[in-house]
């Protein structure tokens, strides 16, 4: 009795285990394991993210173990913030043999500038909108009468004053 699928096209198995390598993927398989959509993998060979993957007979495309990596990394990059366009700067980062700790340390100082800058911010939108909240003295009154609706049409929503 044989144990398995057969690697045979019409059962669509065409991963093969060898010492820790797998080559030869199908982009569902490469979905799956890197935990993105399949037009995410799609749209990251537009853009080049990941190099465009050859393609067997069939049409179909063949994806190895280093694009599961390369998914991987991007994927992480991204949860800390990063933007394809920066994620794109440190994938070249990584392949440039002239390129050092001290180019990609300065990629991380400018995003963590850029983090500070996006809390301070936030933290703005967050003091204005406790005093808009303050300024509702009446909460069953008709909110035509609201003052926190009126100070969004007036200057304090532009900065220009405080609700009091």
């Known amino acids: 009795m044989q144990k398995g699928l057969d690697s045979v096209v019409y059962y669509r198995v065409y991963a093969f285990y060898d010492g820790g390598r797998m080559e030869g993927v199908h982009i569902g398989w490469l979905a799956k394991t890197a ?18 993957a050859p393609r067997r007979a069939s049409g179909y495309r063949q994806f190895s173990q280093k694009d599961v990596e390369r998914l991987r ?30 180019d990609v340390s300065a990629r991380i100082e400018h995003k963590l500038m850029d983090v500070e800058g996006k809390i301070k911010t936030l933290n703005n939108i967050k003091k204005a909108l406790i005093r808009l909240k303050k300024a509702c003295k009446e909460p069953g009154a008709p909110s035509k009468d609201c003052p926190i609706l009126e100070s969004l049409d007036g200057e304090e ?8």
């Open 157 to 164: 929503a532009r900065g220009e004053k405080t609700v009091k």
């Open 35 to 52: 935990q993105v959509n399949i037009e995410t993998i799609r749209y990251y060979e537009r853009r080049g993210l990941i190099p465009k």
């Open 73 to 102: 990394f991007i994927k992480h990059a991204k949860a800390l913030g990063f933007t394809l366009d920066e994620v794109t700067e440190l994938l070249a980062l990584k392949v440039e043999p002239a390129a050092t700790c001290g």
